[in-house]
Protein backbone atom coordinates (compact mmCIF):
# COMPACT_ATOMS: atom_id res chain seq x y z
CA UNK A 1 0.00 0.00 0.00
CA UNK A 2 1.34 3.38 -0.91
CA UNK A 3 1.42 6.39 1.33
CA UNK A 4 2.42 10.08 1.62
CA UNK A 5 2.30 11.29 4.77
CA UNK A 6 2.85 15.06 5.30
CA UNK A 7 3.29 16.52 8.34
CA UNK A 8 5.34 20.22 9.62
CA UNK A 9 2.34 22.48 8.83
CA UNK A 10 1.12 24.90 11.30
CA UNK A 11 0.41 28.56 12.33
CA UNK A 12 3.17 31.01 11.39
CA UNK A 13 3.54 34.78 11.44
CA UNK A 14 4.51 36.39 8.22
CA UNK A 15 8.13 36.13 7.51
CA UNK A 16 8.57 32.90 9.39
CA UNK A 17 9.56 30.06 8.17
CA UNK A 18 8.56 26.39 8.12
CA UNK A 19 9.46 22.78 6.83
CA UNK A 20 7.01 20.76 5.84
CA UNK A 21 8.06 17.06 5.58
CA UNK A 22 6.92 14.01 3.43
CA UNK A 23 7.40 10.79 4.30
CA UNK A 24 6.67 7.77 1.67
CA UNK A 25 5.93 3.95 1.55
CA UNK A 26 5.31 1.39 -0.79
CA UNK A 27 7.10 2.81 -3.60
CA UNK A 28 10.87 2.25 -4.38
CA UNK A 29 11.18 6.01 -3.86
CA UNK A 30 14.67 6.42 -5.92
CA UNK A 31 12.54 6.44 -9.20
CA UNK A 32 9.61 8.74 -8.41
CA UNK A 33 9.73 12.65 -9.30
CA UNK A 34 8.59 14.21 -6.39
CA UNK A 35 6.77 17.11 -5.48
CA UNK A 36 4.48 19.76 -3.46
CA UNK A 37 1.55 21.19 -4.48
CA UNK A 38 -0.92 23.49 -2.54
CA UNK A 39 -4.68 24.18 -2.64
CA UNK A 40 -5.99 27.64 -1.17
CA UNK A 41 -9.43 27.91 -0.47
CA UNK A 42 -11.48 28.81 -3.63
CA UNK A 43 -8.52 27.98 -5.66
CA UNK A 44 -7.35 24.93 -7.95
CA UNK A 45 -4.30 23.02 -6.87
CA UNK A 46 -1.47 24.63 -8.21
CA UNK A 47 2.41 23.34 -8.42
CA UNK A 48 4.72 24.34 -6.04
CA UNK A 49 8.04 22.82 -6.29
CA UNK A 50 9.78 19.44 -7.60
CA UNK A 51 12.45 17.76 -7.58
CA UNK A 52 13.28 14.81 -10.06
CA UNK A 53 14.98 11.16 -9.85
CA UNK A 54 18.06 13.18 -10.72
CA UNK A 55 17.78 16.00 -8.20
CA UNK A 56 16.17 18.67 -10.81
CA UNK A 57 14.36 21.40 -8.94
CA UNK A 58 11.31 23.37 -10.59
CA UNK A 59 9.62 25.99 -8.53
CA UNK A 60 6.64 28.44 -9.29
CA UNK A 61 7.47 31.87 -9.93
CA UNK A 62 5.41 32.70 -7.02
CA UNK A 63 7.92 30.94 -4.21
CA UNK A 64 11.61 31.28 -5.76
CA UNK A 65 14.04 32.42 -3.94
CA UNK A 66 12.27 31.74 -1.03
CA UNK A 67 11.37 27.83 -0.69
CA UNK A 68 13.72 25.19 -0.83
CA UNK A 69 13.09 21.56 -1.83
CA UNK A 70 15.16 18.65 -1.40
CA UNK A 71 15.03 14.72 -1.12
CA UNK A 72 16.40 11.99 0.89
CA UNK A 73 16.44 8.49 -0.88
CA UNK A 74 17.62 7.00 2.36
CA UNK A 75 14.99 8.35 4.30
CA UNK A 76 11.94 8.14 1.59
CA UNK A 77 11.58 11.82 2.01
CA UNK A 78 11.05 14.69 0.26
CA UNK A 79 11.10 18.51 2.14
CA UNK A 80 10.05 21.76 1.79
CA UNK A 81 11.64 24.76 3.55
CA UNK A 82 9.75 27.38 3.36
CA UNK A 83 11.57 30.90 4.06
CA UNK A 84 9.83 34.78 4.14
CA UNK A 85 6.54 33.29 4.12
CA UNK A 86 3.88 35.30 3.31
CA UNK A 87 -0.22 34.99 3.93
CA UNK A 88 -0.78 34.45 0.02
CA UNK A 89 1.25 31.01 1.15
CA UNK A 90 -2.21 29.91 3.29
CA UNK A 91 -3.34 27.06 1.85
CA UNK A 92 -2.90 22.67 2.22
CA UNK A 93 -0.08 21.65 1.08
CA UNK A 94 0.25 18.01 -0.72
CA UNK A 95 3.38 15.83 -1.34
CA UNK A 96 2.83 14.58 -4.88
CA UNK A 97 4.99 11.10 -6.06
CA UNK A 98 4.74 10.69 -10.01
CA UNK A 99 6.62 8.12 -11.86
CA UNK A 100 5.07 4.50 -12.59
CA UNK A 101 1.81 5.99 -11.16
CA UNK A 102 0.67 9.16 -9.81
CA UNK A 103 -0.03 9.65 -5.91
CA UNK A 104 -1.20 12.07 -3.68
CA UNK A 105 -0.60 12.68 0.04
CA UNK A 106 -3.45 13.56 2.46
CA UNK A 107 -2.10 17.07 3.12
CA UNK A 108 -1.08 19.50 5.88
CA UNK A 109 -2.75 22.74 6.52
CA UNK A 110 -0.51 25.87 6.23
CA UNK A 111 -1.59 29.34 7.47
CA UNK A 112 0.40 32.42 7.69
CA UNK A 113 -1.27 35.46 9.43
CA UNK A 114 -0.17 37.39 12.23
Known amino acids: QVQLVESGGGLVQPVGSLRLSCAASGIVFSTYDMGWYRQAPGKQRELVATISRGSRTNFADSVKGRFTISRDNAKNRVYLQMNSLKPEDTAVYYC????????WGQGTQVTVSS
Open 96 to 103: NANGLRNY
